[in-house]
């Protein structure tokens, strides 16, 4: 075998390969390098605290129930991407039947503590036997993954989540063969509604601050044990298995039974935040357990850094606590235009194009407004739903038509092609046609997806994934990972 | 000495063809033996068969007298054999030093639990294990030391990516250590250099190294034994001079023509 390529010979001592430095370079850059080069030098408990402790002190800041609801299924959301990252982001292994593992822990809570079956375990009780159970499951699971790799497990696991689905769906029409229920195993669609509240040797949980808690604990202790087994020798043959799963087996790593102990981890995990999540809601629904929840939960673990437990944390904390912003229109628009700022140092490179750009969209939004207005009175009457000084400065800005519905249909066609049309074009000519197209998308998100919000967030979130991936592929907190060299 | 590895009849083939044929080998503890012969001659195959990879049609593969086929290839690394790449393929995404600590899996012990209640044990393997990943490291001089021991693996340059493709094999604590080419793509100083570095892993190591070369400069070099190898036949054995004369091992690589006319 040749290698025509080969790098000539270093020696030794003479410094960093410049290949290594540029990379370094590369992932040290930025805002989101600077978090790294801060999250780095803190010991690990001190990273684990400093998530951990504000979460536990949101109680102690305000008694909303929203917020504290927010908080708890933020928490859950960390939990599950922690779970996730064991298999798809160290071991390598595309699971995506793992919402079935959450919905089988919830479920399971609710079989052993509910009015619906007539057991009412303890929780101290309860926990353990889910939880083992899930990872049993898990363990089952796994077993595809010792033939099948890539696309194809993820095509099994899919299939599982789905049988998963049904099964709960039509629960109405199974019956355990020693146990006689009323309304069968899951009461299918209606779901499970009078699941106990968690039950710790007789202290009863029944406060969202409780819960909050109990989740914030759940969290410090699976970041922890993740963290030290990340660290120890199986956490290296996981990566290992990811790298190259044949050179892992050579290395004496028994490939397989890694592949399982990881599926059987993060189903546990799962197990765990589902009887939470059972116990906390009082009820379980086959819908809860979604496809939109796993895309959502892959988006996570994806934005936050892949392999990266504190990644994944942030990427879920971020998802969620956007998600639930952009909820209200009001606030929608502000991230929308947090947002736009935060876009520009990914399009642009340059401090004075960046600057020149938002500049020329500012001056831009008011020239055509003054045009259409002197022109169309009707094209700027409308007015935002906000009363704060920036809904009113908006107003003056963004093309507001009485009737938006048709010439907004359009405006949201035309941006879409704007912004493919963006992709084919470099540097000035780029920067230049950036200008309108912010513009356009400004008036678009003001006149439709604003008024929208439940498809407007996932909108936005798939904005925020894509300019994040454009930038760094590898994620917030990510290391960048080279396939082939 | 005593046999260390020996292949009793092997075959092997896919589907009509035959790439091992009644191959019979035998290794004896502490010898350097190389496997030269053409391309597709069924040298990296016989790695395969003895590592696990692949499973013998018929025939037995035995490390200090004991059956390895039908173990699967973690299973036969524990029992002492480790063997290198020909298309390199380390774990280009973890360190250097990760690359050599993760090859000591198979022997050490310390579960998941006991890694997360971090007991006494545990700790006394991690630092086990570390020692052992510097130590190995620290055999290719300063080649791999310092900081090229926390960057990822893809930094290294090629030839350095194969030294820590042996590193990283002796970190399992082989008997017999497979080198699959282990001088394809030097330039000819590493190649000097890759050839005093598997003398002196027999003599300093220990080990026993059966290598599949195709540079007959380091085959010159290393071997006690050498062995030729076309269309998965044995073709010629003994020492250097004898097989680079013998007329077969000449036609296989030349052709029949020009060793009519030699």
């Given at each position: 075998m040749s290698e025509p390529n080969a790098p000539p010979l270093e020696g030794p001592g003479i410094g960093k390969d410049e290949w290594v430095a540029r990379v370094e370079a590369r992932t040290q850059s930025g805002l989101p390098g600077e978090i790294r080069r801060f999250l780095l030098a803190l010991p690990p408990w001190a990273r684990i605290a400093l998530i951990a402790v504000p979460a536990a002190c949101i109680p102690a800041l305000t008694n909303n129930g929203y917020f504290l609801q927010v908080a708890i299924d933020t928490s859950l959301f960390v939990l599950l991407a922690l779970g996730l990252n064991?298999?798809?982001?160290?071991?390598g292994l595309l699971d995506l039947g793992y919402i079935a593992f959450y919905g089988f822990g919830a479920y399971g809570y609710a079989m052993l503590a509910s009015g619906h079956t007539g057991l009412h375990w303890q929780a101290e009780v309860a926990i353990p036997v889910v939880v083992v159970a899930t990872a049993l499951l898990g363990f089952l699971l796994g077993l595809p993954s010792w033939r099948l790799v890539g696309d194809y497990l993820a095509i099994v696991t899919l299939f599982f989540f789905q049988i998963f689905l049904t099964v709960v769906n039509n629960g109405q029409r199974i019956q355990l063969p020693f146990k006689k229920l009323e309304a069968g195993l899951t009461r299918g669609p209606n779901g499970i509604s009078d699941v106990d509240p968690l039950n710790f040797f007789g202290w009863h949980l029944n406060s969202l601050r409780e819960y909050l808690w109990l989740a914030v604990g759940a969290f410090v202790v699976v970041i922890g044990a993740l963290y030290l087994v990340n660290e120890s020798r199986t956490g290296r043959a996981w990566r290992a298995l990811r790298e190259d799963p044949l050179a892992a087996e050579v290395m004496s790593m028994p490939v397989n039974w890694l592949k399982l102990v990881a599926f059987a981890a993060g189903a546990g995990i799962a197990g765990l935040t589902g009887t939470i999540f059972a116990a906390e809601q009082g009820s379980v629904f086959p819908s809860n357990f979604d496809l939109a929840l796993l895309i959502t939960l892959y988006a996570m673990v994806i934005l936050g850094g892949v392999g990266s437990i504190y990644g994944v944390v942030i990427g879920a904390v971020v998802i969620n606590v956007s998600l639930e912003v952009l909820r209200t229109p009001a606030h929608a628009s502000w991230l929308f235009f947090i947002g736009l700022v935060l876009v520009f140092p990914v399009i642009l490179k340059s401090w004075r194009l960046r600057g020149l750009v938002v500049a020329g969209v500012i001056g831009f939004g008011f020239a055509v407004h003054g045009i259409v207005g002197a022109l169309w009175s009707g094209g700027v009457d409308g007015s935002t739903t906000g009363e704060a000084w920036i809904d009113r400065l908006i107003d003056n800005w963004v093309l507001l038509p009485?009737?938006?519905t048709v010439i907004g249909r359009w405006a949201y066609v035309t941006l879409i092609a704007a912004v493919l049309g963006l992709t084919l074009l470099r540097g000035l000519w780029r920067a230049a046609a950036i200008v309108p197209v912010l513009y356009l998308a400004a008036c678009v998100w003001e006149n439709v997806l604003v008024l929208q919000p439940s498809v407007a967030r996932y909108i936005m979130l798939g904005g925020m994934l894509v300019a994040l991936m454009a930038a760094r592929p590898q994620g917030l907190l990510g290391s960048p990972r080279v396939e082939i060299v | 000495m005593a046999t260390l590895l020996e292949l009793r009849g092997v075959t092997k083939a896919f589907g009509g063809l035959t790439v091992v044929d009644e191959l019979d080998i035998s290794v004896a503890e502490r010898e350097i033996v190389s496997v030269i012969g053409p391309n597709g001659a069924g040298k990296t195959t016989i790695f395969n068969l003895i590592t696990g990879v692949y499973r013998p049609d018929s025939g037995d593969i035995l490390l200090e007298d004991r059956s390895l086929v039908g173990l699967s290839p973690h299973r036969i690394t524990k029992r002492g054999v480790a063997r290198t790449f020909q298309t390199l393929r380390l774990?280009?995404?973890?360190t250097v030093k990760e690359n050599v600590m993760a090859a000591a899996y198979g022997h050490t012990r310390a579960g998941v639990a006991r890694s997360i209640l971090r007991t006494p044990g545990q700790r006394r393997e991690e630092r086990e294990i570390h020692r052992l990943a510097e130590e190995r490291l620290a055999f290719f001089g300063d080649r791999l030391m310092g900081y090229r021991?926390?960057?990822?693996?893809?930094?290294?340059s090629y030839a350095n990516r194969r030294r820590l493709e042996i590193a990283r094999a002796t970190a399992t604590r082989p008997k017999i250590l497979l080198l699959d080419e282990?001088?394809?793509?030097?330039?000819p100083v590493e190649t000097h250099e890759i050839t005093e570095l598997i003398g002196r892993l027999r003599n300093e190591g220990g080990y026993t190294i059966l290598v599949i070369e195709h540079d007959m400069h380091v085959v010159e070099g290393i071997s006690d034994r050498v062995i030729a190898l076309d269309h998965g036949e044995k073709i010629a054995e003994g020492s250097f001079e004898q097989v680079a004369t013998d007329g077969r091992v000449v036609e296989a690589y030349l052709g029949l023509r020009k060793a009519e006319t030699k």
């Open positions: 064991i298999a798809v982001g160290w071991a009485n009737d938006p | 774990f280009l995404n973890m021991w926390n960057q990822p693996a893809y930094s290294l282990p001088a394809a793509g030097m330039n």
